[in-house]
Nanobody, 124 residues
Framework: VQLVESGGGSVQAGGSLRLSCAAS????????MGWFRQAPGKEREGVAT????????SYADSVEGQFTISQDNAKNTVYLKMTSLKPEDTAMHYC???????????????????WGQGTQVTVS
């Protein structure tokens, strides 16, 4: 299983970015996928999760209404659209696959089996 994130970068406050997570060796269609972030000196925190089969999404309270998770089954890719970015959104962002659970349980990092290497988002 390989998860490759892309789309990170530097952006001014108020700007937007769309992160992508391309999966190989794993089908995103019928699995819980998640996005997480980790700022320097802080624990990794769940941002958003999606279960496409049920059309289910969950978000951390801190990003509700600001971020949108989606996926393209044909491309086996999960996306995270981030808008109205703030300096506190600065972090390494990670994609994860295969959550052993569902719903908001999948906002907890330890419940995932596969991780990407991350993509950096910097907001100034």
């Amino acid at each position: 299983v390989q998860l490759v994130e892309s789309g990170g970068g530097s952006v001014q406050a108020g700007g937007s970015l769309r992160l992508s997570c391309a999966a190989s060796g794993y089908g995103v269609r019928s699995a819980y996928m998640g996005w997480f972030r980790q700022a320097p000196g802080k624990e990794r925190e769940g941002v958003a999760t999606i279960f496409n089969r049920g059309g289910s999404t969950s978000y951390a309270d801190s990003v509700e209404g600001q971020f949108t998770i989606s996926q393209d089954n044909a491309k086996n890719t999960v996306y995270l659209k981030m808008t109205s970015l703030k300096p506190e959104d600065t972090a390494m962002h990670y994609c994860a696959a295969d959550c052993t659970g569902g719903g908001r349980w999948c906002l907890i990092p330890r419940n995932y089996n596969y991780w990407g290497q991350g993509t950096q988002v910097t907001v100034s």
